[in-house]
């Protein structure tokens, strides 16, 4: 059995959605800092049965908006770690709107046409998760 040890100081991404921690990585441009990051895929979870974790140690100036993760993966908790005990934990609360997080699909919508607009989503849907275009209608749908 494969045994990750904990960390010490710094932050936990856990309940990630399997397969996702790649995109959580890039958006929160990880590979910029100094400081040890593990990705764990395909984690054992009596929840969902597989899932994403990621651990992040040492890392001061590393600023999380859980909101804005949220948007990639609702189910996540934060959690802030320190002298190897947590001292914080944080769910998401999806934001009422996003700009260039996500990334409109509709080949006939304006940002496809205009590369310098910005794509902005509303929640229209709180319940579902649900985020559209704000120019077209278009639906985010999570990969």
């Given amino acids: 059995?494969?045994?990750?040890?904990g960390i010490n100081n710094g932050i936990v991404i856990d309940h990630i959605k399997a397969g996702r921690a790649m995109d959580i990585y890039q958006y929160l441009q990880l590979e910029?800092?100094?400081?040890?990051?593990?990705?764990?895929k395909n984690a054992k979870s009596n929840k969902s049965g597989k899932k994403d974790i990621i651990k992040i140690e040492d890392s001061p100036n590393l600023e999380i908006d859980i909101d804005i993760l949220g948007v990639l993966d609702p189910n996540i908790t934060v959690n802030y770690i320190k002298n190897a005990e947590i001292?914080?934990?944080?769910?998401p609360k999806l934001p009422e709107k996003v700009t260039n997080i996500?990334?409109?699909?509709?080949?006939?919508?304006i940002t496809s046409?205009?590369?310098q607009i910005?794509?902005?989503?509303?929640?229209?849907?709180?319940?579902k998760n649900l985020y559209r275009c704000i120019?077209?209608?278009?639906?985010?749908k999570r990969p």
């Fill in 1 to 5: 059995m494969l045994r990750i040890e």
């Fill in 32 to 40: 910029k800092y100094d400081c040890s990051v593990a990705i764990i």
């Fill in 87 to 91: 001292v914080q934990k944080r769910h």
């Fill in 102 to 109: 996500i990334r409109c699909k509709n080949p006939r919508c």
């Fill in 113 to 115: 046409e205009e590369r």
């Fill in 118 to 127: 910005p794509h902005i989503f509303k929640l229209t849907n709180p319940e």
């Fill in 135 to 140: 120019y077209c209608e278009q639906k985010y």
